[in-house]
């Protein structure tokens, strides 16, 4: 038993950064427009920014795999949308629309002036509205697991029926969620301590965010979101879902898609060497065509 336990630490405190300790990280505070909070962390430096933007009910800590594959070359910047992580909590609607101008205000401290968006799932629409707010400053936009087909839509009965169990018992509803987005054979540690800390956000924002999330597929605001953006759009998806190409290109101008092979929906912990890898050809790729619009 206290074997197990050891291990289950260990996992965790290599999730959470320990193995990276010798990276010097800045801990930070923003103000976003409506004055909540927004915990940050700054890596690095270099001409472009990454702002990495974790999904539902997750936080920046997701992302610690990344920083030390990315901090020597660039400013990395994890980010605790308000709702998550060490952000505040007082907002009475977590819309994409609001968590995008979280990642403004940390844009707007930092100065950044050159910035890469990096958001998983559900932060594949704060991306979305946060290039919207900011066209002269963001490059390109990378979704991880998200952006499947922004063209799809569903009638609002079906939101209303995704959440009834997560409003029914929060904790199980939302452990038996993440499970099957784990492939067969992921590594135990890991899968449970997502399911344990998904699990454990608070349930009125989750179901806030969640059904904000969720409705944009209900308006059709998922597929016009991407209107005004002009920037590259890369995702890199697992094969958990399809990704609609041809649709997406429809409402997206500059749309690539990379597959990520033997993984699930949180590829970044899953597999973080491989992945790592092809967010640097996402990266190169969109440096590579430059800051001007398409």
Same mark, same amino acid.
């Given at each position: ?14 999730? =959470? ?8 990280? $800045? ?20 001409? =472009? ?20 594959? !990315? ?21 009475? &609607?977590?819309?994409?629309?609001? !968590? ?59 939101? &209303?029926?995704?959440?009834?169990? !997560?409003?029914?018992? !929060? =904790? ?38 969640? $059904? ?14 991407? &209107? ?20 997406? $290109? ?45």
């Amino acid at each position: 038993m206290r074997r197990s336990i050891v291990l289950v630490v260990l996992s965790f405190l290599l999730l =959470t950064g320990c193995a990276s300790h010798q990276i010097p990280v $800045r801990h930070k505070v923003a103000l976003s427009s409506d004055s909540e909070r927004i915990a940050y962390d700054v890596v690095g430096s270099g001409k =472009t920014a990454l702002v990495f933007i974790h999904g539902w009910s997750c936080d920046g800590r997701y992302w610690q795999q990344q920083i030390p594959a !990315f901090a020597g070359d660039y400013q990395v910047i994890t980010v605790d949308l308000a709702g998550h992580g060490h952000s505040s909590v007082g907002r009475s &609607d977590y819309s994409m629309v609001a !968590f995008a101008h979280d990642v403004k205000a940390i844009v707007d401290q930092e100065r950044i002036e050159r910035a890469i968006l990096v958001g998983h799932s559900m932060g594949g629409a704060v991306i979305a509205e946060a290039a919207r707010l900011m066209p002269a400053r963001v490059v390109g936009v990378i979704g991880v697991d998200t952006l499947q087909n922004v063209a799809e839509r569903i009638p609002q009965s079906v939101v &209303d029926e995704m959440a009834q169990p !997560f409003e029914a018992d !929060f =904790t199980t509803a939302v452990k038996d969620f993440v499970a099957p987005m784990f492939p067969e054979g992921a590594d135990e540690p890991l899968v449970s301590w997502v399911k344990e800390d998904m699990s454990s956000a608070p349930k009125a924002i989750a179901l806030n965010a969640f $059904r904000n999330y969720l409705e944009r597929y209900v308006t059709g605001e998922s597929a016009t979101a991407f &209107d005004d953006v002009r920037v590259p759009v890369i995702s890199i998806n697992a094969r958990l879902w399809p990704t609609a190409v041809e649709e997406n $290109r429809k409402h997206i101008d500059d749309y690539q898609l990379m597959y990520i092979e033997d993984a699930g929906h949180f590829p970044m912990l899953e597999r973080p060497e491989a992945f790592n890898e092809l967010l640097k050809q996402a990266i190169d790729s969109i440096e590579e065509k430059g800051s001007k619009p398409i």
